[in-house]
């Protein structure tokens, strides 16, 4: 028996890429449903963190794609063999990014919980639960990191076509500069910090703007993405603790990407090929 959290990807010769709570990722014949090929991620010795996989791969434009588990692992496979680039940075160490949640509340090697996206160049944007945003070049160096947020419970960013990835996060509120005390658990009342909606330059990684969500008091265990309408516009949720906010915009979301199941993607493709319904641009405009 297998439980999946992860929405399905279909890559471009049809198979449809899925991963599990066992740790597992799964290539599985479009048409006939037989397995193709699996991956079994390893088990945590430490018994530290589940060996879950939460999100959906991403497709590059090369026919890899970009598998991440929670135990921090971020590996790349041939889409039709299964076969697992292990060349120069390839697969990502979690102990490559060990300091970067010095004074933060996940110590030890970041969980990832979000889908990744990756670019027309094939580098890979993925947010981790030491709440960094990491930028990954083709050949699996670390470009760039940013980890000036509080906490989030985000499921993964958009990119759009002014090269500005977009995503939710917590941030100081009354513009503060410091983060409150971590607070375990689900708590919408924890004191200090407001659910924003954040813009960073996709090339260095600088926040470029940041706005409040009216009503979010936290992005802590509500895992949301942004959605971008045609027209640019981006609506996001609050999750278990909100409602839905709407923003304008003047770029919509990049064609030049390949993309993860998830969000703008309405065709059962793996990447975009049509535009948000009629539907969502007159539930908007109620």
């Given at each position: 028996m297998h439980t999946f959290w992860a929405k399905p990807t279909v890559a471009d010769d049809g198979s449809v890429l899925v991963t599990d709570f066992g740790g597992y990722l799964f290539a599985l014949d479009?048409?006939?449903?037989?397995?193709r090929w699996?991956?079994?991620?390893?088990?945590?010795?430490?018994?530290?963190?589940?060996?879950?996989?939460?999100?959906?791969v991403a497709l590059t434009s090369d026919?890899?794609?970009?598998?991440?588990?929670?135990?921090?692992?971020?590996?790349?496979f041939r889409v039709d063999t299964g076969e697992q680039v292990q060349d120069r940075h390839w697969p990502i160490d979690?102990?490559?990014?060990?300091?970067?949640?010095?004074?933060r509340p996940q110590q030890q090697d970041p969980i990832i919980f979000s889908a990744p996206v990756v670019d027309?160049?094939?580098?890979?944007?993925?947010?981790?639960?030491?709440?960094?945003v990491y930028a990954i070049s083709s050949a699996g160096a670390i470009q760039w990191n940013n980890c000036d947020f509080c906490s989030w419970g985000t499921a993964g960013m958009v990119l759009r076509d002014d090269a500005t990835l977009i995503f939710g996060a917590d941030l100081p509120v009354n513009g503060g500069v410091e983060c409150p005390a971590y607070v375990a658990g689900c708590d919408p009342t924890s004191p200090g910090k407001q659910g924003h909606l954040v813009a960073l330059d996709a090339a260095t990684g600088r926040r470029l703007w940041a706005e409040a969500i009216p009503g979010l008091k936290t992005f802590v265990c509500n895992e949301q993405i942004p959605n971008l309408l045609s027209d640019g516009?981006?609506?996001?949720?609050?999750?278990?603790?909100?409602?839905?906010?709407?923003?304008?915009?003047?770029?919509?979301?990049?064609?030049?990407?390949?993309?993860?199941?998830?969000g703008a993607d309405t065709a059962l493709s793996g990447r975009r090929s049509i535009p948000f319904s009629e539907r969502g641009q007159h539930f908007l405009d109620a």
């Open positions: 479009g048409r006939t449903g037989v397995e699996r991956f079994a991620e390893a088990h945590d010795p430490t018994g530290e963190y589940a060996n879950e996989a939460w999100s959906s026919n890899h794609l970009i598998f991440t588990s929670n135990l921090g692992w971020i590996r790349k979690p102990k490559l990014r060990r300091n970067d949640s010095v004074g027309e160049n094939g580098t890979t944007y993925i947010n981790a639960e030491n709440w960094c516009t981006v609506v996001i949720s609050g999750g278990t603790y909100g409602g839905i906010s709407a923003f304008r915009g003047g770029a919509a979301l990049s064609r030049k990407a390949a993309w993860s199941k998830y």
